[in-house]
T-cell receptor, first 116, second 113 residues
């Protein structure tokens, strides 16, 4: 079992719809969860992070965390063609060094396509 | 955006040659990381640093070494490049604090023939 799993997609949604991206993780000790967006040929760009159970909203983006189910999701409302990208879920599994740094484990990403 | 620059951005070299990739950050971040990204594998940690001269291995460290002589610079060296090291390499940095997100450089596309 992979430590962080994502459906590779592509996930196709029409413009204006809600895109729902999902991520599961295996380690119950995971503490922090990050969503990155990566356009083709570009570097990952941080969208959101969440630490506590529940929802966290930032503009059109909502991150949802359910630690009991080991599940984190990203909702994108009013999807736009510019949202078409690969979305990477990253999970903090281990604190390293003196405990003040995170070693992230990434999923392989879900490719989102927003169609006109 | 965190000021992280990687050089070179593209490199083609031959098997057996040494290669050094450079990461430079202007954010005074304590932590720096090197990842490689390959299709089907996602981002995998090669090495990381938690301070000047303090480094440790990630999950795919074989064949790679790193050095950090200054806060702002983190070097990744392939002592004798192999074709399996053809990849896109990303550097990242973060502030102190285990919940601080990592910010990425633009990447280096390395091809080893």
């Amino acid at each position: 079992q992979k430590e962080v799993e994502q459906n590779s997609g592509p996930l196709s949604v029409p413009e204006g719809a809600i895109a729902s991206l999902n991520c599961t993780y295996s380690d119950r000790g995971s503490q922090s969860f990050f969503w990155y967006r990566q356009y083709s040929g570009k570097s990952p760009e941080l969208i959101m992070f969440i630490y506590s159970n529940g929802d966290k909203e930032d503009g059109r983006f909502t991150a949802q965390l359910n630690k009991a189910s080991q599940y984190v999701s990203l909702l994108i409302r009013d999807s736009q063609p510019s949202d078409s990208a690969t979305y990477l879920c990253a999970v903090l599994l281990i604190s390293v060094g003196d405990g003040t740094a995170s070693k992230l484990t990434f999923g392989t990403g879900t490719r989102l396509q927003v169609t006109l | 955006d965190a000021g992280i620059t990687q050089s070179p951005r593209h490199k083609v070299t031959e098997t057996g040659t040494p290669v050094t990739l450079r990461c430079h950050q202007t954010e005074n971040h304590r932590y720096m990381y090197w990842y490689r990204q390959d299709p089907g594998h996602g981002l995998r940690l090669i090495h990381y640093s938690y301070g000047v001269k303090d480094t440790d291995k990630g999950e795919v460290s074989d064949g790679y070494s790193v050095s950090r002589s200054k806060t702002e610079d983190f070097l990744l060296t392939l002592e004798s490049a192999t074709s399996s090291q053809t990849s896109v390499y990303f550097c990242a940095s973060s502030r102190t604090g285990k919940d601080q997100p990592q910010h990425f450089g633009d990447g280096t596309r390395l091809s080893i023939l």
